[in-house]
């Protein structure tokens, strides 16, 4: 029989079944570990959940990679590229690019009445493009690109429909400039759908068949301005763009999605260091209380102590039965936290319960994301941190005198 872990036992059963002296500080012990793990959960699930948001509106904006022609050109006038479709077919046969796709951008101006915008029309290649815009329609739908002719259909961004009053459905008037002659011309389109992404570039950007894009640049029918290319994990992102410039042609440049948008991904990445500074105050205050209450529950035991010496026991013995009752009291906790925690991540990612300001966090809400694995850890260092910590105090009983413990009162 494992005498201390019978011992320990014994004293978990006494506290449970009678109040003692310690009983308050037990559970203020319990709560904190349980509050410490609550919150860590929701720091993490919240934070991994907000980048991952963000992360995923600029991927459907612009792809994990593009690939485009080496331009000194800073506007959003790109020149064309006209890629082999060997080149293409080879990228599209790797596993690791799930999705290639054609896209080029025209400069405009939205005009209606005396309101206007300046816009940036986004041409896309078929009706597989769409799939990554599709989550973000807030209404309407995508348009129809299987027609022999460039659909005139384009799906714009919620902001720009309310500050425009637009509904689906309605003719929107964009006015492009010539490059020749600089002269304008006006092209009429139809609203299709609306989308709503939340982002710094949410209201500039139209979605429209890449055919337009390809008669306004007067571009051949095998010219475009961007290949993008979406890839099978986030965290393959910066080997990915270096694959692809490695296998790209020489006059071919591959930016990827953080390097297109730096100002936002710098801001998420904080996110991670913020994150990190909580997990570390956390886990110093559940420390401290289980130190105190360790502490309280050898003082409350001394001649139990006292006694143990008394036949023999040794140190390490009697140390082993505190530091397996302070394990239950962190694995109650651990319990606790995990059921209230992921309770609170479940209830906020169905119903959404927690709102945000969009104009700040780019999202309406609090998303969450967090998975088994993250959530194991989690507990796992926890309960070694607590542990680690609990062992300097237990050599407190090293300093308990049998005579003097007995005495104790």
Known sequence: MNFPFFISKRIIRERLSKDSISKPIITVSISSIAIGIVVMIIAIASGYGLQKEIRNKMIAISGHVQLSRY????????????LSDSFIFELKKKPEFIHVQKSGYKTGIAKNGIDFSGVILKGMEGPDSWQFIEPFLSEGVVPNLKGKKPSKEVVISSTLARQMNYEVGDKINLYFINEGNGNSRVK???????????VDTDKM????????????????????????????DYKNL?????????????????????????????????????????????????????????????????QMVGVLKSIGQDDWGIRKIFIYNAFYLILRGLFWGNI??????????????????????????????????????????????????????????????????????
Request: charged content about 15%.
């Open 205 to 232: 950007f139209i979605f429209c068949d890449l055919r337009q894009i390809q008669n306004l640049n007067n571009w051949k029918d095998n010219e475009y301005a961007f290949l993008e290319v979406y890839i099978d």
């Open 71 to 82: 331009d000194l050109n800073e506007s959003y006038d790109f020149s064309p590229i006209s």
């Open 340 to 409: 209230i925690g992921i309770g609170i991540c479940l209830i906020q990612y169905h119903w959404h319960i927690i709102p945000l300001d969009p104009s700040t966090y780019y999202v309406s809400y609090v998303p969450v994301s967090i998975g088994i694995l993250e959530i194991l850890l989690l507990n796992i260092g926890t309960l070694l941190v607590c542990a680690f910590i609990l062992i300097g105090p237990s050599y407190f009983i090293k300093y308990i005198h049998p005579i003097k413990a007995l005495k104790f009162e």
């Open 238 to 302: 910066d080997a990915r763009t270096v694959e692809l410039a490695e296998i790209s042609p020489f006059y071919i440049q591959s930016k990827s999605v953080k390097e297109l948008y730096p100002d936002i991904f710098l801001w998420t990445e904080m996110f991670d260091t913020n994150i990190y500074i909580l997990l570390v105050i956390i886990s110093m205050v559940a420390s401290i209380n289980m130190i105190s209450a360790l502490l309280i529950t050898i003082l409350e035991r001394t």
């Open 188 to 198: 009429k389109y139809t609203i299709s759908g609306l989308y709503e992404m939340g």
